[in-house]
């Protein structure tokens, strides 16, 4: 059973940076596909970045200003968010599986977080 646990969420200021980790349990977790979603009220969880051995995988909206990546020995993942704006307030979740066809797919990932909240303020 793979546990994930986010940490890192807060309220920060429009052009401001956090940086999300995401501590995971598990003897094999270095190779599974990590990833972030994240999620406001009444949409959708959506797709922010992913990270697997073939590479790493934005979405449009957080491309040049996110930034993800691991450390297999700590077994966490770490998303840093420069540049942030109001719009990408919301709950931040972490996502993992061993086997990931298609990394932008949420029904793709088996272990899910708990969930940090992100708030920029204008």
């Known amino acids: 059973q793979v546990q994930l646990v986010e940490s890192g969420g807060g309220l920060v200021q429009a052009g401001g940076s956090l940086r999300l980790s995401c501590a995971a349990s598990g003897p094999t977790v270095s190779r599974y596909t990590m990833a972030w979603f994240r999620q406001t009220p009444g949409k959708e969880r959506e797709f922010v970045a992913a990270?697997?051995?073939?590479?790493?995988y934005y979405a449009d909206s957080v491309k040049g200003r996110f930034t993800i990546s691991r450390d297999n020995a700590k077994k966490t993942v770490y998303l840093q968010m420069n540049s942030l704006k109001p719009e990408d307030t919301a709950v931040y979740y972490c996502?993992?599986?061993?086997?990931?066809?298609?990394?932008?797919?949420?029904?793709?990932?088996?272990?899910w977080g708990q969930g940090t909240q992100v708030t920029v303020s204008s």
């Open positions: 990270i697997r051995w073939s590479g790493t």
């Open positions: 996502a993992s599986s061993p086997t990931v066809a298609v990394v932008k797919e949420l029904n793709d990932y088996n272990y």
